[in-house]
């Protein structure tokens, strides 16, 4: 006999769902808003292209469902099978790109992380050094709305990596995850500081808000923690992610710190980086020697997954720099849409 089906709670409050960008994304913003299943081909997966808008923001919108959800969406939908087997063909076809693309990147962790522990003599190409020497407001708002998709959510991807690691692995990825959830004061968890970042903007501090104005190479940014941290194959690929983001974020916090200060963005702005600049910089040495240094340990098999983590998110991120530069250089917003007031 079949299971009756029973509702969950009544739907979540949560940031309001996006406008589809396409087929695909309109089919899973048509099946939440419906409660139905969604309709596609498959050949319209195999066709859509994996850095492009619209399978980047199908697949946001089926990973939001893992985190907060949507406004009037049933909670229920999270773990959906019709839903999760779009989002397994979905994921397939990004993973794909992303193994293509890094074909011939380091397969070793000693590799793929001895250039990001030295600071580049040229920083022509750093987005951070842009802004830190010539940025103007609007372009700190920008670069703000855009992160906030990340930051709002800081350290709950990475989490989910904890059941998956033991012994020293699991230890320091614990005692740095405390530290981003604010070491037990709910005013010091870093996504509430970059909340007080987005207020002395000026901007929205809603979560989610600003998802209509995310183009796809900041989407793909987002989505490469959520693929990597929903899946308990790719534990070392998320544990390279972690790794890069913490080696990588000191220098730019310092960088962005003095953005914010030159141009008057506001103390608490200032504050979220400046507060990186230390807290990181100890990050990186324990998430270097334990996190990687553990797992290594108990599962040295995982080597090229993290080295892969790391090598995937080097790619996203220059391609979103590059997004935003070129944008800027040619007097343009790097949003989708400008927002309000620009």
């Known amino acids: 006999m079949k299971a009756a089906h029973t509702r969950g709670a009544e739907p979540a409050r949560g940031p309001v769902l996006a406008e589809g960008r396409g087929e695909l994304s309109g089919v899973v913003t048509q099946a939440l808003r419906s409660g139905g299943p969604p309709v596609y081909a498959t050949a319209a997966v195999l066709k859509a292209d ?201 220098p730019g916090s310092r960088r962005l710190a003095k953005a914010m200060r030159r141009c008057g963005a506001g103390q608490a702005a200032e504050h979220f980086y400046a507060e990186h600049v230390e807290a990181d910089a100890v990050h990186e040495q324990l998430v270097r020697h334990e996190v990687i240094g553990g797992l290594l340990a108990d599962e040295p098999d995982l080597e090229a997954d993290i080295a892969f983590g790391c090598a995937a998110t080097v790619l996203l991120e220059d391609r979103l720099a590059a997004h935003i530069r070129t944008a800027w250089e040619q007097g343009r917003s790097a949003l989708r849409a400008p927002l309000p007031g620009e």
Request: with cysteine; net charge negative.
């Open 50 to 250: 994996p850095w492009g808008e619209d399978l980047q923001l199908a697949l946001y919108l089926l990973y939001e469902l893992h985190y907060r959800g949507f406004d009037g969406v049933d909670e229920l939908r999270e773990w959906d099978p019709d839903l999760l087997r779009l989002r397994q063909a979905l994921e397939t076809r990004f993973l794909h790109a992303l193994r293509t693309e890094l074909a011939d990147a380091p397969g070793s962790v000693a590799e793929a992380f001895a250039p990001l522990l030295v600071e580049p003599v040229d920083l022509s190409g750093s987005l951070s050094h842009r802004l830190e020497t010539e940025g103007e407001l609007w372009q700190l708002r920008e670069y703000a709305a855009l992160r906030s998709l990340y930051h709002l959510k800081e350290a709950d991807p990475h989490a989910w990596v904890i059941p998956r690691l033991t012994g020293r692995a699991k230890a320091a990825m614990v005692a740095i995850e405390y530290d981003e959830f604010g070491a037990g004061r709910a005013e010091r968890i870093h996504a509430r500081l970059f909340a007080d970042l987005m207020a002395d903007l000026e901007l929205d501090t809603a979560y989610g808000r600003y998802l209509d104005h995310a183009p796809a190479p900041l989407l793909a940014t987002v989505n490469l923690m959520s693929l990597f941290g929903l899946h308990r194959a790719l534990r070392g690929a998320l544990v390279g992610h972690f790794a890069c983001v913490e080696v990588t974020s000191s």
